[in-house]
């Protein structure tokens, strides 16, 4: 909220310096000058300090050759499966750090021909304490090359599919 009456204000101090710029220029040339710069800073910070779109989604699918990024609808003219998937190998590594309670930031790295560690994937997952083990595991055996052959109904899958309900 405070945003908009900053962006309003800004609006309105453009305006003020703009159209008494005439009266400005009589009074003092410095006048109009501080005004001019005071309003392209402000605008400057609102611009950078602005929130970022970060609302895409995607889908990821982690096979034993890579990790896949699928869009989260699929579109008629969207590239195939292979366009999008990033490999990985099984010398790779990977890690899970955590941003919030329900946020996670996972890196996959894979060493070059140097041994040196580079990032080939880096997102932020959706992922509560309570599954980081499991989803570790089950990206690891991805990553060496290890699949289940069978799901167990009685465990829930490793990453939730839909944020639980609240109560209420």
Known sequence: MWRRVVWASLCVGLFVVVQGLGLWIMISWVIPVVGFVAILCV?????ATGPRERRGTERFMFTTAGVARLPSKREANAPKLDAV????SSRGTLRLDRVSDVWRRLRIYVPDSHGVRQVVFDAGIRCPSEHVPRVTETIQ???????ATTADASQPPPIPLHPPLAPG
Do not use: T
């Open 43 to 47: 605008g400057a910070y609102m611009v």
């Open 85 to 88: 998937l990033i490999p990985y």
């Open 141 to 147: 055996n991805a990553m060496m090359g290890r699949v």
